[in-house]
């Protein structure tokens, strides 16, 4: 079944505990994504990459990092979570040709203390 | 700068009414305009898109009216049911992948 993988799908921690979401699509997909999901903001793009080791910052990049070493993951690391991080996460995918159609990952809903 | 206003924020519809969302967007070299719809706990999906060479595109009960000269789209969903009640976005941009989000509408449809 073609979709994206997200892990993990809660989380509690506490400010400045580095945490990493992992996020994987079995669709050979060159775009890659992560939003956050907050009431009244709607979706806002964290980070973006269009291929293997390119990676650009979207709309609210601040205290996130994310890498992409292979076609299928695409994980995103919060090095020092602070409270203002606690949201909803979405990872989702496309490829460059043909429909374009996004496709989501379940999300991951994070809490930091 | 919210490149895409969607209203309104939350909306109650009778079973069997229609349901109307709206957007609006500034920048006139957006030409894919999708609908995402979201369930509690899952992540968005599309749910229908159009491009501004035609004015309306309809799949089932659901249809996006496209007004390309007042930078405006509404989905309209005909006959709504419980089912439909989810969250939806609508969306613009150059693309399928590289989209700018409205804020999101919360449906809920009373039996």
């Known amino acids: 079944e073609a979709q994206v993988t997200q892990n993990p799908r809660y989380l509690i921690t506490v400010t400045g505990k580095k945490l990493t979401v992992t996020c994987s699509q079995n669709m050979n997909h060159e775009y890659m994504s992560w939003y956050r999901q907050d009431p009244g903001l709607g979706l806002r793009q964290i980070y973006y990459s269009m291929n293997v080791e390119v990676t650009d910052k979207g709309d609210v990049p601040e205290g996130y990092k994310v890498s992409r070493k292979e076609k299928r993951n695409f994980p995103l690391i919060l090095e020092s979570p602070s409270p203002n991080q606690t949201s909803l996460y979405f990872c989702?995918?496309?490829?460059?040709?043909?429909?374009?159609?996004?496709?989501f990952g379940a999300g991951s809903r994070l809490t930091v203390l | 700068q919210q490149q895409v206003k969607q209203s309104p924020q939350s909306l109650i519809v009778q079973k069997g009414g229609i349901s109307i969302i709206n957007c609006a967007y500034e920048n006139t070299a957006f030409d894919y305009f999708p609908w995402y719809q979201q369930f509690p706990g899952k992540g968005p999906a599309l749910l229908i898109a159009i491009r501004p060479d035609v004015s309306e595109k309809k799949e089932g009960r659901f249809t996006i009216s496209f007004n390309k000269s007042a930078k405006q789209f509404s989905l309209h969903i005909m006959d709504s049911q419980p089912g439909d009640s989810a969250t939806y976005f609508c969306?613009?941009?150059?693309?399928?992948?590289?989209?700018?989000f409205g804020k999101g509408t919360s449906l809920l449809v009373t039996p």
């Open positions: 989702a995918s496309s490829s460059l040709s043909g429909a374009n159609v996004l496709t």
């Open positions: 969306a613009a941009g150059a693309s399928g992948y590289a989209l700018n």
